[in-house]
């Protein structure tokens, strides 16, 4: 079961807060990573957005391939995208 803390940072005139040094840690955040907000039961909540590149997971087949076809077809789209 996860320890519930509760923990206060202050809006500042831009409104914008900082977020305390060990919820950062315990979620794995750093700069550059972004964060959503949902209210949920009129409670503001906030997660960590996971990496999107894990979204298409086991998306890309992979395989033996004929890099001459596949370099000819590459070429035919491009002469179409210019007609």
Not at 14 to 39: C, V
Request: hydrophobic share 35%; no cysteine; proline share 4%.
């Amino acid at each position: 079961m996860e320890e519930k803390q509760a923990m206060q940072s202050l809006i500042t005139s831009k409104y914008q807060t900082t977020i305390p040094k060990s919820i950062r840690e315990k979620l794995k955040i750093s700069i550059h990573d972004a964060l959503e907000w949902k209210i949920e039961n009129g409670k503001v909540v906030v997660y960590p957005v996971q990496k999107r590149f894990l979204n298409y997971k086991n998306a890309v087949k992979v395989g033996p391939g004929d890099i001459r076809t596949d370099i000819e077809q590459a070429r035919a789209q491009q002469v179409e995208k210019y007609r």
